[in-house]
């Protein structure tokens, strides 16, 4: 069976501080893993994936996420937080055949100045 | 057209009545996703088109949800009879059929509906 958990309903950051979203992921079979971002009553926006190979991924807008396989996590991370950053965050895990999404709960970033 | 759109963006519909929502792909995008966001979830799987082909329904609630994409561009996803429990944004997405970016759904903007 496949799961995504996000632990924290919440995260609040200040500005220029580092941040990190937590996710962590069950499946059968390799995982194809997502970022996505939601802002307010606006749909989901593609971050970033891990598909195969480097398990530091970059993606849009200065984030970053790491795949490790050990720990079954893919934590997305930014260096210097915006508050423009603040939005809802979601993990998603993807079967093989890229078809159905299952996604985390989500997690409020909150970035203040 | 540049991303997915949908509409309405916004639905208030009373206990009972029937509604239709709107997606309009990425254009060439052959895959097509409907999912429901409850206040305060992620998203949740309905079901999946290949061009007019409905290739998995596993995610719709109950028979009052059907939904049809006839000419494997745009499809509609209606509601019968909606329940207050039916209230949700519905998302809609779309994926390339290859290239580099075959594996990423691209989301519209979502319907939210409010049953009374």
């Known amino acids: 069976a496949q799961s995504v958990a996000q632990p924290e309903d919440q995260v609040n950051v200040a500005e220029g501080n580092p941040l990190t979203v937590k996710c962590t992921y069950s499946v059968s079979g390799n995982p194809y893993l997502f970022w996505y971002v939601q802002y307010p009553n606006r749909g989901l926006q593609f971050l970033l994936k891990y598909i195969t190979g480097d398990n530091l991924v970059k993606g849009s807008y200065g984030f970053e996420a790491e795949f490790n396989k050990s720990q079954t996590s893919f934590h997305l991370k930014k260096p210097s937080a915006l508050v423009s950053d603040s939005a809802l965050y979601f993990c998603?895990?993807?079967?093989?055949?890229?078809?159905?999404?299952?996604f985390g709960s989500g997690t409020k970033l909150n970035v203040k100045p | 057209g540049a991303g997915v759109s949908q509409s309405p963006r916004y639905k208030v519909a009373k206990r009972g009545q029937d509604v239709a929502l709107r997606c309009d792909p990425i254009?060439?995008?052959?895959?097509l996703f409907w999912y429901q966001q409850a206040l305060g979830q992620g998203p949740e799987f309905l079901t999946y088109?290949?061009?007019?082909?409905?290739?998995?329904k596993s995610g719709l609630p109950s028979d009052r949800f059907f939904a049809e994409r006839p000419e494997g561009s745009v499809s509609t996803l209606k509601i019968q009879r909606t329940q207050q429990e039916d209230s949700a944004v519905y998302l809609c997405?779309?994926?390339?059929?290859?290239?580099?970016?075959?594996?990423?759904?691209?989301f519209g903007p979502g319907t939210r509906l409010l049953v009374l």
């Open positions: 088109f290949q061009n007019e082909a409905q290739l998995d």
């Open positions: 998603a895990l993807i079967p093989g055949d890229f078809n159905k999404f299952y």
């Open positions: 254009s060439g995008h052959v895959s």
């Open positions: 997405a779309s994926r390339s059929p290859s290239g580099p970016t075959q594996e990423t759904q691209y």
